[in-house]
């Protein structure tokens, strides 16, 4: 652990399929193209050294993982500032974001990009343990089935179904914009992955009741029963009355 | 005669000459109902409520109606080894290991929902065709009643399970209760036999949600149906149809063949939402743990305009005797709710003194030509409507794009202004829908059919209506409003003369109209 926190002779690569570590030349090729990416795709807000501007923070510190999470995801390089940034189709293909994460995390260190063997929620996750962490964490702003949620002033929790797990993971650790951060102190990795691993089962989960209805709790019932519902019934009146005249 | 017939004529005679049946069955079999659509919308509600109490006593025989903590051990892997109620357990156990146990539960829960939405429809088409006035103002109240003990029925019901989403509505509930100022927090205290959520609730609510309130139910919807039935039905106006006759279809076979078979599908429709749609999937909300919650937490529709309320209004308190009166729920969530259900009630008393209108009425009234009772309708329902708009404002915010304090404050200040506009708006409506039938009767039908006049000018030909629709288009009452005098004769203001001016200016808005087409009216045109 310790050793995957210190960034040094062992570097995980973001998302690659192999953890080996690789050679310094390597290394700091990957952070040369990292960095002339980031001098043409992100220095206009974060500033020529990630020191930040009026609009966008500074990035020292915010880690490997923090990159990955909002690159990999589309939210950055930002389209339109507007309430939220939004996830989106990503504008850079996985080996430029490994190489962004290289080069912002070289100049100071922050959390790291989880590799594969950390991110084993199905041997290391408990559904049932996942399930309870995430109603009492991430319900409140997710909703139950984490289908998403409205914030205030526009502010909206996203859904988390289709969300990679190690998004889920990265979310949780650097907390984007008004998601707080939830650290291993609070949470612990496991339980991390159990939530994780509650998250994919939801998804997985076939519609046991039959149509879901979006998984939003009885607004969409209420709007069903008025309109199938009673449309039905009150079809059948009319025809009825209108029947054997 | 077939010896089947003689042994049926033996029972039946046999049944006959010690009950005295033949007579009152021909009495009343021959009873006459009429035939119309919104006359099947009160059947809706009372076959949904017989779906109910056979669906939920299906469920009675699993449920555990218990807040003891036990550790899941049930077939919903998700939430295998956590603690939770048996009610929350039992209910999970009805959902995956009672055979055809989930479809039970979804029928009871459509049903319930159908059930309301049915009574609510019921309802506008007795207040606006004025089905309540006399002598029908009892059955209207008992119908409030219903209504009311729906509400609540229909909410313990909910909460029976113990799941995150209905445990989240107990709180709100318990927040409503501790609202009352002084005794409150000693009534929430007693009701919850100590401090929230306890073990009592659950057992408790189980009573009331399957004994007290279905009794009461049957005990009502009995009084309801005799009253229906001993008044006689009222009917639409119409060529024949008068103050003192009912035209229809008599009771026995035509209209009981029709119900029987309306029942099967009211049945049907239920049953099919109930095996296609997922409603109140608990295993997804959880068990209620006192610190969790969810985002969207919403109650059942007819719930929903309260919550609505309780959402839209600003942190208001204050601070008497060392006592907080929390006015931010105690006006959306008993006062206001207090005075529209008691005004309701109240309501066919009301328009009586408006109206100074004392007869019976059997014949329905053209919501038209009603221009006052309507719009005040519509202007009701604008409102709660609104309120449940304002109940669902998170998931709107989210599935329109918008804000959800854009929704709070279109519903803050549309509270106020928009059921006064639709009350104006209908109002208008409703007269110029008058207009219509008076130049109806008095010019005739439009035929799109054009004629050339000699002298070359186009006139569209109007044919006359009918002698029926003519009737139907006249028949309505028009009455002048109440001259009440404000002084006597000499001049000395009369006491109670606040009141006799607001009657006076009640009756004088309630009898605005478009003149109705008279004979004298038809005469002059044919002299033309
Ligand atoms: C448990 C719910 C209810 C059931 C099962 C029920 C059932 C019925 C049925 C079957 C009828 C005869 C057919 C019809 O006119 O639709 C009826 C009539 C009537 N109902 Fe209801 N009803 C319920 C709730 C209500 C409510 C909420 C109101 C109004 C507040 C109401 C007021 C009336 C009145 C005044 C009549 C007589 C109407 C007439 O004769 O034109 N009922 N009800």
């Known amino acids: 652990m310790l050793a995957l926190l210190s960034i040094g002779t062992t570097f995980s690569i973001a998302g690659a399929a192999t953890e080996a570590p690789i050679t310094a030349a390597e290394r700091s090729a990957l952070i040369d193209e990292g960095q002339r990416i980031f001098l043409k795709g992100c220095s ?19 880690g490997a993982a923090s990159v990955d999470f909002q690159v990999a995801t589309g939210r950055m390089p930002v389209a339109d500032m507007s309430v939220q940034i939004a996830r989106k ?53 997710h909703n139950f089935a984490a289908q998403g949620g409205a914030l205030s002033q526009g502010k909206y929790a996203p859904t988390l179904m289709g969300v990679e797990a190690r998004h889920i993971y990265e979310a949780m650790i650097t907390g984007p914009q008004s998601m707080p951060v939830f650290s291993d102190k609070t949470i612990t990795p496991n339980e991390k992955l159990s ?19 979006g998984r939003v709790g009885p607004v969409t019932e209420g709007l069903l029963v008025w309109t199938l519902g009673l449309g039905l019934l009150v079809g059948v009146a009319v025809w009825l009355a209108m029947k054997a005249r | 005669m077939t010896a089947s017939e003689r042994i049926a004529g033996t029972v039946a005679n046999y049944v006959d000459e010690r009950t005295g049946a033949a007579k009152w069955m021909k009495k009343n079999l021959n009873k006459v109902f009429p035939d119309h659509w919104s006359f099947l919308l009160g059947e809706i509600a009372l076959y949904s409520f017989i779906i109910l109490l056979l669906s939920g006593t299906f469920l009675t025989f699993w449920f555990d109606p218990s807040q003891r903590e036990v550790i899941y051990e049930g077939a919903y892997e998700p939430l295998e080894g956590l603690k939770m109620s048996a009610a929350y357990a039992s209910t999970l156990h009805i959902s995956f290991e009672i055979r055809g146990g989930l479809l039970m539960r979804q029928i009871h829960h459509w049903a319930a929902l159908i059930f309301m939405a049915a009574i609510v429809v019921h309802l506008m088409r007795v207040y606006f065709t004025g089905a309540f006035r006399k002598p029908r103002e009892f059955n209207w109240i008992i119908g409030i009643g219903l209504l009311t003990l729906g509400i609540v029925e229909g909410f313990l019901g909910y909460s029976l399970p113990d799941d995150l989403l209905s445990g989240t509505g107990i709180r709100i509930a318990e927040a409503i209760i501790q609202a009352l100022p002084v005794v409150g927090s000693y009534l929430a205290f007693f009701a919850f036999g100590g401090a929230f959520p306890g073990e009592a609730f659950i057992p408790r609510i189980y009573t009331v949600h399957v004994l007290l309130l279905p009794g009461a139910f049957l005990a009502l919807i009995t009084i309801h149906l005799m009253l229906v039935w001993y008044q006689k039905h009222t009917q639409y106006p119409g060529p024949g149809r008068t103050e003192k006759n009912v035209v229809g279809y008599p009771l ?36 209620y743990t006192p610190g969790q919650i969810s985002a969207g937490s919403q109650p059942d529709w007819y719930m929903g305009w309260l919550d609505g309320l ?17 006015w931010n729920i105690l006006i959306p969530g008993l006062i206001v709710p207090g005075i529209l259900f008691t005004g309701m009630a109240l309501y066919p008393f009301i328009e009586s003194w408006m109206t100074g209108d004392k007869r019976e009425h059997h014949l329905l009234d053209r919501p038209r030509n009603a221009p006052n009772r309507t719009a005040l309708g519509v202007m009701s329902l604008t409102f709660m409507l609104i309120a449940l708009i304002n109940g669902g404002n998170d998931i709107i915010a989210i599935t329109f794009d918008l804000t959800i304090n854009q929704i709070m404050w279109f519903s803050r200040i549309g509270i106020f202004v928009l059921p006064p506009l639709a009350f104006v708006i209908t109002k208008r409506l409703c007269l110029s829908l008058q207009r219509a039938d008076r130049d109806l009767v008095l010019h005739g039908r439009e035929t799109g059919r054009l004629v050339m006049m000699p002298h070359g000018e186009f006139v569209e030909v109007h044919e006359p209506i009918s002698p029926q629709k003519a009737w139907l288009l006249t028949q309505h009452e028009q009455n002048p409003p109440l001259a009440l005098e404000e002084s006597d004769l000499r001049g000395v203001r009369r006491p109670g003369v606040l009141k006799n001016k607001l009657r006076a200016r009640l009756s004088k808005a309630h009898a605005v109209a478009i003149p109705k087409v008279t004979a004298d009216d038809l005469k002059e045109i044919e002299h033309h």
């Open chain 1, 89 to 141: 189709q990503p504008v850079y293909d996985e080996k430029q974001v490994e190489a962004l994460a290289a080069y912002v995390s070289s100049l100071a260190p922050g959390p790291q990009v989880p590799g594969e063997s950390q991110l084993n929620y199905e041997r290391d996750g408990s559904t049932a343990e996942g399930g309870e962490l995430f109603r009492t964490n991430c319900a409140m702003c």
């Open chain 2, 310 to 326: 309780v959402r839209m209004s600003p942190p208001l308190e204050s601070h008497v005797f060392g006592h907080t009166i929390s």
């Open chain 2, 252 to 287: 026995f076979p035509v209209y009981m063949a029709k119900a029987g078979g309306f029942f099967f599908i009211v049945f049907g429709v239920t049953a099919f939402l109930g095996a296609v749609a997922s409603i109140n999937p608990i295993w997804l909300y959880g068990p």
């Open chain 1, 195 to 213: 939530m994780i691993k509650w998250i994919k089962a939801v998804e997985a989960e076939p519609q046991l009741g039959g149509a879901a209805l």
């Open chain 1, 44 to 62: 206009s807000c974060h500033g020529i050294n990630l020191e930040g501007s009026a609009i966008a923070p500074a990035l020292l510190g915010v």
